[in-house]
């Protein structure tokens, strides 16, 4: 079965620290992973995608195949940081259906 | 530009009364179209998608239906709202078909069924 899986609802760190916001998922093919965000009474946006190897505004996400994971990395956390992120995967082929993940609300406190 | 819109905002309705949750996007043509439903503590979950006029593709068998009378319209319905029905509602267009193709989301309707 195709899943995408959060393990924190909550992650609390200070500014300027590491964050490392966990994904990891369930499919037997070859999916595309992607990274939301929903900004505090904002829209949920796009924040990056695997397959374009980007880095937005800080961030960074590495897919391993081997761990099926993929995490959303930034080195030193900011605290406009501060949102609701969902990691995504869409499976190959076909129209582009998003599975989406429970979500991480990230706080960063100053 | 292009725009989404949605409404209502939020919405309480009892249960066994009818829904009707309406979606709107401007400053394009043809796009596809989805709707999402996020239940308390959970992802979104795909429930509908459209690639066109009156074609409409349903993800999971629910309680719920969706219609595309028009180009740039997508509309979420029941007859009869259950208890699990309530939730958030987002719909999301999209410029083609294919995973390079962002998905845009409108503000969303929050739904509590009572």
């Known amino acids: 079965a195709q899943r995408v899986t959060q393990p924190e609802k909550l992650l609390s760190v200070f500014k300027g620290a590491p964050v490392e916001l966990k994904c990891n998922y369930s499919y037997s093919g070859s999916p595309e992973l992607f990274w939301y965000v929903q900004y505090s009474r904002q829209r949920l946006q796009l924040l990056l995608r695997h397959i374009s190897r980007e880095s937005i505004k800080g961030f960074t996400a590495d897919l391993n195949k081997g761990e099926t994971s993929f995490h959303l990395k930034k080195p030193f956390a900011q605290e406009e940081d501060s949102a609701m992120y969902y990691c995504?995967?869409?499976?190959?082929?076909?129209?582009?259906?998003?599975?989406f993940g429970a979500g991480t609300r990230l706080a960063v406190h100053p | 530009s292009q725009t989404i819109h949605q409404w209502p905002a939020t919405l309480v309705q009892p249960v066994g009364s009818p829904l009707s949750l309406e979606c709107t996007v401007e400053?394009?043509?043809?796009?596809?179209l989805y709707w999402y439903r996020q239940a308390a503590g959970r992802g979104l979950q795909l429930l509908f998608y459209s690639v066109g006029i009156g074609q409409i593709s349903s993800e999971v068998p629910q309680n719920l239906s969706a219609s595309r009378p028009q180009d740039r319209q997508f509309i979420l319905s029941s007859k009869k709202l259950l208890l699990s029905d309530s939730g958030f509602y987002l719909c999301a267009w999209s410029a083609g078909t294919g995973s390079r193709y962002e998905q845009y989301f409108g503000p969303g309707t929050r739904l509590t069924v009572t």
């Open positions: 995504a995967l869409t499976p190959s082929g076909g129209y582009n259906k998003l599975i």
């Open positions: 400053g394009t043509s043809n796009p596809n």
